[in-house]
């Protein structure tokens, strides 16, 4: 899995920026910078860890480095959507991030959690999400991946993720108001 949404490889595929999946998969060193696809610029900064098939979720989870994050606009609901992955998943390691520098619409984070993801965490995921006062705007379950969206206020977030022998749970936090400058 990329970066929470395939946007986001999107955005940094072809600017210099190495792979997400690779890096995430390998004990490449962390990357971090900025990248523009000439409209926005993002910062970035991938710090992975040795991810790997063959090792226990616990392991992995162990050896995923944390990443912090990039500013401070969003950390009310980074820190309020990171508790409810913890909550769901027993917890998290925010392992990327990216932010859209002008005005904070398009910010992707990706998480390693503890256990490999299930296609019940997709209900557990809205039920959380409801009861924070989201509205359920879209969520399917297509093969193995999940995809549920909620608004509520100036919020709109997104999760990903696919289950099986998956660790890593994407959030794309879309701001649906401008930052005050």
């Known amino acids: 899995m990329v970066i929470g949404t395939?946007?986001?490889?999107?955005?940094?595929?072809?600017?210099?920026v190495p792979s997400v999946s690779t890096l995430q998969n390998t004990s490449t060193?962390?990357?971090?910078?900025?990248?523009?696809?000439?409209?926005?610029?993002?910062?970035?900064?991938?710090?992975?860890?040795?991810?790997s098939s063959s090792s226990s979720p616990e392991a992995n989870f162990n050896s995923a480095v944390e990443s912090p994050l990039l500013d401070d606009t969003l950390k009310p609901i980074d820190d309020d959507m990171r508790s409810l992955i913890v909550s769901i998943f027993g917890g998290a390691k925010l392992t990327a991030v990216m932010n859209d520098l002008a005005n904070h619409v398009f910010n992707v984070r990706e998480y390693t959690v503890p256990?490999?993801?299930?296609?019940?965490?997709?209900?557990?995921?809205?039920?959380?999400?409801?009861?924070?006062?989201?509205?359920?705007?879209?969520?399917s379950t297509?093969?193995?991946?999940?995809?549920?969206?909620?608004?509520?206020?100036?919020?709109?977030?997104?999760?990903?993720?696919?289950?099986?022998?998956?660790?890593?749970?994407?959030?794309?936090?879309s701001l649906l108001a401008p930052v005050a400058q």
Do not use: H, W
């Open 6 to 16: 395939a946007a986001a490889a999107i955005l940094l595929t072809g600017c210099g």
């Open 29 to 51: 060193p962390p990357v971090s910078g900025t990248v523009s696809n000439g409209a926005t610029s993002y910062n970035y900064n991938v710090t992975g860890g040795n991810i």
């Open 115 to 139: 256990r490999f993801t299930t296609p019940q965490d997709a209900k557990s995921l809205m039920d959380a999400l409801k009861a924070k006062g989201f509205a359920i705007d879209t969520a």
């Open 142 to 173: 297509e093969a193995n991946n999940v995809f549920v969206s909620g608004s509520a206020g100036k919020y709109q977030v997104y999760f990903t993720f696919t289950t099986g022998n998956e660790q890593k749970v994407g959030l794309t936090i």
